[in-house]
């Protein structure tokens, strides 16, 4: 599918890019191939803008000389959507990173698309307010990753996902032109909403070069709760029983006995808070600016723990500090799965929030008939779960199996309600699966209105819809 | 545009409708040629389904005839979105009307389009759970509208509007095909957002017949304000001072002088409550479920009044009946201007949050130059602005007038950053000022997509677009 003409290209840019803007040396071009997952592929040429005319200029010319697009951040995707699966063009927004305004007054902020988001919320706490969706990767993810994936994480069960944030977007189609969507109003209903078409279509359809989102005062307290059950079934009721006080805490995340044992290994100094034999761990945190309020929220749910079979300990950090470390073991849940110094595929399903502890039940029936280890963790409060499953490298057996496992777990989740993927993308990983969630006539709808954005499907190919679809 | 063959089709609905689903008298017909707007369009048929089969079947028909079709629900719109225009098919979704499930573990619902609003609320309230949009027609109109219009009212600037709440909808496209996007998980990012897309389309892209709507614990406890200002600049910085304290109300709505005085004039019982003298009202509610934090919240909110110059009085509310009292002036708004027994003009636009009260301003001066009358009220949390503009009856230089100054106040909002229409929809009314607001290639890529939706055109015909934008 690449053009062979890649150096008539590389000539048509240097009228109008500097020569640091372009890269074609193999090695130069190995820091654009790779993102989280294990996969790689080399691009033809990588291009670095600074601006959003750049960017058009680019597009324009790729499109004349019919070349792929892949749109990249900072790599930091777990779905593969920013490999140049088809070589091509890479066009890094690296170097668009500044932070355009911070409107305190109506609690707005204008980034470039490769702002890192670790770096905004720095700025951001200067004036004491907060963006909150905060992937794991979030100091060297950048917002407009975040935005092409629809960047969730823990706070999204009170704060919502990115698209929840993003009030206005610049883009370039993929033949040059500038549009933009909605702006700097909360509301908006003038025509279609791109806004969020655009947010989480893992930059098939333009790519982002400016984001208006809305960012909220810091909330200035929050309490942590830890909990460990012995029955998964548990997990599900704590969840309701929270809800039903009226209570929406800013994160509820689980961990099943896998991914606790992994933790204790790992960390040892978090193992004296471990409870190795538990089904399952609990962490809630809620949070607000009135400490009457959240310390009442945080006894309840204390006094909900006490109430509720199932549950074998509950404890509160006392500080700040106790709260880090609690969160420390969730955060390195998959930093210590991956020291285990196996390979993995990753899954990111997502069910209706009470179905989650059953889905994580059948993958532990699932799993023990097979050689292949299953460690299960996520959002219990968004009922989004990660599926690691390990086997060891170069084992083409376990490989297999592993497979096996993932279509079955995927198959489970479309059966309870669910979606292949809450937070990740579809990307390369999941796209195989897309017809066990779609029909035909879904997926072919969704094709037509990639063709409305990109009709000689230049932009970031292969991604999103199944290889064979016909 | 309309197909010659009425009759026909009609012969061939009648082979899976029975006849009390099919209207074809002009008696019958005009209890569905108009909505909230003053317009009025005839159909040649009204179709009323009980099923997505039966909507399935009359599409797939229609498309065969060529014949346009209208979604209809509750004809509360304000801005013609359900008007058939073109005559042809009007399909009113009011017979599907079954709230099909309150699933209280997972705190989500699932509806058919016709089910009133209140109605769900109503029911809603028997598990103590609320669905956050709630316009002011809510008790006729129908969720099916409100997702076509993505409704928001008071509640959004803290609880946000339609589209926030939808997770899944069953739609039929214009070839009968039924597609089904999202569904009832709070996360999904596999595939194009179409429920994002669908929601707030106006019935231009596909009649959506089944809705999955996320729903919260109706909080227990509020707290109701109204400030007097002397100022409308002090408006501006009362909202900015709020929302920097971290507070994040559940409403801040905001009258101005001219609508204070009509409902001093229309309810005689809340004049002692009104302050004719001045230049602006502002209603902010707060809510939650602990006590000591919303009353922390309404205290510090009469204590920035305070310290605020521009507020010439400020007052609480010390129980449920007198918020209701302060409400009803809000809500008695829009009925109090009609009482005037004028025709009039409504703008719906939106601004970013701290300039609305200057766009007011700008209103107000350019109004003093003529003969027209302007009120503006609306929800200044939101930046969102309803602007009536009074015209004699059947006064010509008036009308003119009116639709000068709806020029000039739609041309100073995109000026101020602003949008055509936060809540209200494009619709008929709005449509030739789109061009104000995008540029060609933006409104060229938004057809594009309606034309992955409906190639012929068929469905709800003549709305959001301009008639000629060549």
Known sequence: MTSKNIPDFINKVREFLKEEQIVTDKEGMSHFCYDATEMRFMPDVV??????????????????????????????????????????????????????????????????????????????????????PDPSSTVESTLGGNVAENAGYTRAVKYGVTRDYVLGLEAVLPDGEIIHAGGRTVKN?????????????????????????????????????????????????????????????????FMDNVSINCVADYLPAAESLLRREAAALVLVEVDGNHEGATEFEARRIMDLCTGLSGVIEANRAENDEQAEQLWRIRRDTLPALKAKGKDHLEADVVVPRYQLPFLVRFIQECATAKTVKVATFGHAGDGNLHVTIQYRKRNFAELDEAHELLGEIYRKTIEMGGKLTGEHGVGITAKDYMKIQMTPAEISLMKRIKHAFDPKGLLNPEKIFPDNDA
Chains 1, 2 share one sequence.
């Open 47 to 132: 291009l670095l803008p600074y601006s959003t005319e750049e960017v058009s200029k680019i597009m324009k010319l790729a499109n004349t000389f019919d070349l792929p697009i892949t749109p990249q951040g900072g790599r930091t995707g777990l779905s593969g959507g920013a490999l140049p699966v088809q070589g091509g063009l890479v066009l890094s927004l690296l170097r668009m990173n500044k932070i355009c305004e911070i409107d305190t007054k109506n609690m707005q902020i204008v980034v470039e698309p490769g702002v890192i988001a670790a770096d905004l919320q720095e700025e951001l706490k200067k004036h004491n307010l907060f963006f909150p």
């Open 189 to 253: 209903v003038t025509g279609y909403d791109l806004v969020a078409l655009l947010t989480g279509s893992e930059g098939t359809l333009a790519v982002v070069t400016k984001i208006i989102c809305k960012v909220l005062p810091k909330p200035a307290i929050r309490k942590t709760c830890i909990m460990y059950l012995n029955d998964l079934g548990a997990a599900a009721d704590l969840v309701v029983a929270i809800f039903s006080a009226g209570i929406l805490p800013c994160a509820i995340e």
